[in-house]
C-alpha cells in the first residue's frame, strides 16, 4: 500500500492534486462555523449551483479559461443573494432557491444545447460531482489555486475577530460601530471564491458537505472558535488527504470519497462529544 | 449637557408608526428605565439610539461628550448564540471591537480591559468555559462583561433578567446598581418588573398608549404610575 502510494506520489499530476487538495480543504473549512451559525449554509449551495450555470455558459461561449468566468459570476451571484436577503421582499430563502434551482436549469439547457461533446451526460456529472479533472491540472491552474487560497487564508486571519463579532452577535457588532454589512458582503465574496476554487475538487454538488462536515465535526467536541476553527482546518485537510489517496489507488471518484471520509469523521467526533 | 437628548421621535418600519411624540433626555448617572407592554417599541427605541434603527423622524443627539459606538449593549438574547461554539474571553473581547477599529487583532490594553471586566462580573476561572454550556445567569453577567468593554458611560440593557430565577434576578439587579451608583455608568434598561424598575430607576419612560417620561417620583404621583401603584401594591414603592 505504501509503496504503491509513493510510486504514484512521484508523478507530477498526482502531486499537483496533492497540493491543491489540501489548499481547497483547508480554505472551505475556514468559513464553515460561521456559515453553519450564520444560516447561509443556503447560500453556500445556491451559489454552487450558480457556479455550475457559470460553467455552462463558459463552455457554450467556448471560453478557454473557464475559472476567471465563472469565479466572476459568483462573486457577483453572492453579492446580490445577500442583498436580497437583507432588504428582502422576496424572502432570502426563496431567493437563493429560486437562483439556484434557475442555474442548474439552464446550466443543464445549455450544455445541452451547444455541447459539442460525444459524453454530454458524463461531462454533466463530472460538473455536478467533481471529475478526474483534479487529476488533469495544469501549473497554471495549481498557481492560480495557490494564490486564491492564500488570498482566503490572508482575508480570514486579518478580519478573524472581526469575523467572529459578526458571526456572533450582529447587532452587538453594529452597536460598536463595526460595519457589519460589509463583513457579510466580506464572507459572501470569500464564500464565492471558495466554491470556484472547490468545484475542482468535489464538483458543484457536493461543496456544501466539503464547507459544512469538518465545522460541525468541530463542533461537537471543542468549545471556543479558535479551538473549533482550527480543528475543523487540520481536520479538513486529513480527510481530503484521506479520501484523495483512497480515490488515486482505488480508483473511486474523487469529490465523493473525500466527502464519504468527512463523514466518517463527523461520526467520530459526534461518538467522542457523546463520551466526554 | 445631556448625554442623550430625544426630540419629537418618531419610531416604525415599513412607513407603519409604531411609536410617537417621543421626548426624553438622559443626564450622566441617570437610571432610567424603559417600560410599557410586549410589542410596545422598547427594543425599537434602543436600536434608533444605537443606529441600528433609522427613525421615521425626529432627533437624536449625543452629548457630554458621549459617541454612539461608545455605548455598552446587551441585546435580548437570540437563537444564533445558543449553539455558538465560544469562550467566555472570546465573547468578552469582542466587546472590545469598537476600540480597535480597523486594526485586526486585539493588544494588550483591550486584553487587561477584558479581564478585568470579566472579574468584575465574577466569572474569574470561567474565561476558557464554553458560554452556551453556562447558566442562564452566568451568560447574561458574560454579556455584560462584553458591553462593559464598549462602554465606560453608558449602558443599554435589553431585558437583562428575562429568563432568569428570582435569586439570580435579584443578583443581576444589584450588579446593575453598583455598576451605576458606585461606576457612575448611566443606565438604561428594558424590563418588565415594575417592581424593580420603582426600586432602583432614577427615571420612568413609560411607552405605549400612554406615555410617561420623568422621574420616579413623578411617575409615582401620575395617572400612570398610580395605576400601576395599584396594581402591584403601593407599599412597595
Ligand atoms: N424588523 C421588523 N420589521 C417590522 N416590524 C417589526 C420589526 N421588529 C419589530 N417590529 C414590530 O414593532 C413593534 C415593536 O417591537 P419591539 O420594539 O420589539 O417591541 P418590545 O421590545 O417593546 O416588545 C412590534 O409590533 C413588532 O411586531
Ligand atoms: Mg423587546
New interface residues.
Given amino acids: 500500500m505504501m509503496y504503491i502510494l509513493s510510486q504514484y506520489l512521484q508523478f507530477p499530476f498526482v502531486q499537483y492534486a496533492v497540493i491543491v487538495g489540501v489548499l481547497i480543504a483547508l480554505c472551505s473549512s475556514l468559513l464553515g462555523?460561521t456559515l453553519v451559525?450564520?444560516?447561509f449554509s443556503f447560500i453556500g449551495d445556491g451559489l454552487s449551483h450558480v457556479a455550475f450555470g457559470a460553467i455552462a455558459i463558459a463552455s457554450a461561449l467556448n471560453l478557454t479559461n473557464e475559472t476567471p468566468f465563472v469565479m466572476v459570476v459568483t462573486v457577483l451571484s453572492a453579492i446580490l443573494l445577500l442583498r436580497t436577503g437583507q432588504n428582502a421582499k422576496i424572502k432570502g430563502d426563496a431567493s437563493i432557491a429560486m437562483l439556484s434551482v434557475g442555474s442548474l436549469a439552464i446550466g443543464y439547457l445549455l450544455m445541452n444545447l451547444f455541447s459539442t461533446s460525444t459524453n454530454l451526460s458524463g461531462d454533466v456529472c463530472s460538473t455536478l460531482f467533481g471529475s478526474t479533472s483534479i487529476l488533469t491540472l495544469t501549473k497554471g491552474e495549481v498557481w492560480l489555486c495557490g494564490i486564491m487560497s492564500l488570498f482566503v487564508v490572508a482575508v480570514f486571519?486579518?478580519?478573524?475577530?472581526?469575523i467572529?463579532?459578526v458571526?456572533?452577535?450582529e447587532?452587538?457588532?453594529?452597536?460598536?460601530?463595526?460595519n457589519a454589512n460589509a463583513y457579510n458582503l466580506l464572507i459572501a465574496v470569500i464564500i464565492a471564491v471558495i466554491i470556484v476554487l472547490a468545484m475542482n475538487l468535489v464538483g458543484s454538488l457536493l461543496i456544501s458537505a466539503l464547507v459544512i462536515f469538518p465545522a460541525l465535526s468541530?463542533?461537537r467536541v471543542?468549545?471556543?472558535?479558535?479551538?473549533?476553527t482550527i480543528c475543523s482546518a487540520v481536520l479538513s485537510v486529513i480527510c481530503a488527504l484521506i479520501g484523495l489517496l483512497i480515490a488515486i489507488v482505488a480508483g473511486t471518484p474523487v469529490g465523493s470519497t473525500i466527502v464519504a471520509v468527512d463523514i466518517l469523521a463527523f461520526a467520530l467526533f459526534t461518538v467522542i462529544g457523546i463520551m466526554k | 449637557m445631556a448625554q442623550i437628548t430625544c426630540e419629537n421621535l418618531i419610531l416604525g418600519y415599513d412607513g407603519k408608526e409604531i411609536l410617537r411624540n417621543l421626548n426624553f433626555t438622559v443626564n450622566a448617572g441617570d437610571y432610567l428605565c424603559i417600560v410599557g407592554e410586549n410589542g410596545s417599541g422598547k427594543t425599537t427605541l434602543m436600536k434608533a439610539l444605537l443606529g441600528l434603527h433609522t427613525p421615521m423622524q425626529g432627533e437624536i443627539t449625543f452629548g457630554d461628550g458621549l459617541k454612539r459606538n461608545e455605548i455598552g449593549y446587551l441585546p435580548q438574547q437570540t437563537l444564533v448564540q445558543r449553539d455558538f461554539p465560544a469562550s467566555v474571553e472570546e465573547i468578552v473581547l469582542s466587546g472590545c471591537q469598537g476600540r480597535c477599529g480597523l486594526r485586526p487583532f486585539y493588544n494588550k490594553a483591550e486584553k487587561r480591559l477584558a479581564a478585568e471586566n470579566i472579574d468584575k462580573m465574577g466569572l474569574k476561572g470561567f474565561e476558557k468555559r464554553c458560554y452556551r454550556e453556562l447558566s442562564g445567569g452566568q451568560q447574561q453577567r458574560v454579556l455584560l462583561a462584553r458591553a462593559l468593554c464598549a462602554t465606560q458611560k453608558l449602558l443599554l440593557l435589553d431585558e437583562p433578567v428575562s429568563g432568569l430565577d428570582p435569586h439570580v434576578t435579584t443578583e443581576m439587579y444589584a450588579l446593575i446598581n453598583h455598576l451605576n451608583k458606585m461606576d457612575g455608568i448611566t443606565v438604561m434598561m428594558i424590563s418588565h418588573d415594575m417592581e424593580a424598575a420603582l426600586r432602583y430607576a432614577t427615571h420612568i419612560l413609560h411607552i405605549g398608549k400612554r406615555m410617561f417620561y420623568g422621574t420616579r417620583d413623578e411617575f409615582l404621583r401620575s395617572e400612570v404610575g398610580k395605576y400601576f401603584t395599584l396594581m402591584y401594591g403601593g407599599d412597595k414603592a
Fill in positions: 462555523v451559525l450564520k444560516r486571519i486579518l478580519f478573524y475577530n472581526k467572529f463579532a458571526t456572533f452577535d447587532s452587538f457588532a453594529k452597536s460598536a460601530g463595526t468541530a463542533m471543542f468549545k471556543s472558535f479558535k479551538s473549533v
